[in-house]
């Protein structure tokens, strides 16, 4: 019932346009009772959009990618994946964020890849969870997607 009412509400819209986040939640926290994305995923295929962006880098999701060697992702669409964990103030070196990048683009094309981060690091209202100085060496982590974007094109 719920994707019907989305699939309403975005009657009209050029899919391509429409960009879907499914977020398990962005508390710090141990997230042992997130649905596993292998139970989800079908459903959120249904959503008539172009781009779906999933949590990807946190721990609890991260290995997640594999969902997608059984569940073939949709032609003409486009996964977002988040390369950037919000869940810990560790900057992540930009290897990994390419490492990561590239585990999804093996699987669903490159083409078909767009780099995000899980959900944003805003996330509490009016409480900083990750420090300035975190949020601020997120440009240099996500020179990832410059690695990634040399090693899938050149």
Known sequence: ???EALNHALAGLPEDRVRYHMC???WHGPHTTDAPLREIAPVILQIKAGAFSLEAANPRHEAEYHVWEAIKFPAGKI??????AHTTNCVEHPDLVAER???YAKIVGRENVIAG???GFAQVSRRRVCTRASCGEVPHALG???LASQRLWN
């Open 144 to 146: 990832g997607a410059r």
């Open 117 to 119: 981060v899980d959900c």
């Open 79 to 84: 996964i977002i994946p988040g390369v950037i």
């Open 1 to 3: 019932m719920r994707i």
């Open 24 to 26: 398990w939640g962005s």
């Open 101 to 103: 990048i590239m585990r």
